[in-house]
């Protein structure tokens, strides 16, 4: 699927690697057609800085590759409260395990539906905690100081390529977070 897109980007794409020059404009369209497809590593001079990142500088830039697979996992589920009553817009996060806390991008955040229900989408393969709280600053999990209060009320979660995962969890309660 990916090969087909690259291809359809760039009429450079050719042989076993492919490259492509992605207008930014065209980014939504680019979205639906990826919709399950996450970044695998970031690489500059060869060398990956996806989890700690790189320095854009006065000088012209070191070449940057951008590797990109499709087949990223669904993680579905309802968040209850510790009556197993549906709790709506509480905040759902997957965490990445250490050391790869330190790479934001691998965190994902969604508001749990009326009825409870939550879906995270285009999830790379790899070991998560799965969290939810009632009532939490959209920014808070990042916090490694504040994460580690709630480690233990975290669900160990392993995510493989190209599956839909059901997921009960149990909202950590206002309370717990003050």
């Given at each position: ?14 042989g076993a690697r492919r490259s ?42 070191s070449p940057i590759e951008v ?70 600053l959209t920014s808070a999990p ?37």
């Amino acid at each position: 699927m990916l090969a087909a897109l690259v291809s359809e980007l760039s009429p450079f794409a050719t042989g076993a690697r492919r490259s492509a020059v992605l207008d930014l404009r065209t980014v939504g369209a680019v979205r639906e057609r990826l919709a399950n497809a996450y970044v695998t590593d970031i690489r500059e001079n060869g060398v990956s800085v996806y989890d700690s990142g790189f320095q854009v500088i006065d000088q012209s830039p070191s070449p940057i590759e951008v590797s990109i697979h499709s087949g990223g996992s669904t993680v579905r589920g309802i968040v209850r409260d510790a009556n197993q009553k549906a709790v709506v817009t509480a905040r759902v996060v997957i965490v990445p395990q250490s050391p790869r806390r330190g790479n934001t991008a691998l965190f994902k955040t969604v508001l749990s539906g009326r009825d409870g229900t939550f879906a995270l989408t285009a999830v790379p393969p790899g070991e998560y905690k799965l969290f939810a709280w009632f009532d939490v600053l959209t920014s808070a999990p990042l916090n490694p100081e504040f994460l580690s209060k709630y480690e233990a009320q975290g669900q160990a979660i392993t995510i493989l390529p190209n599956t839909n995962i059901e997921q009960q969890l149990t909202a950590i309660p206002d309370e717990a977070v003050r």
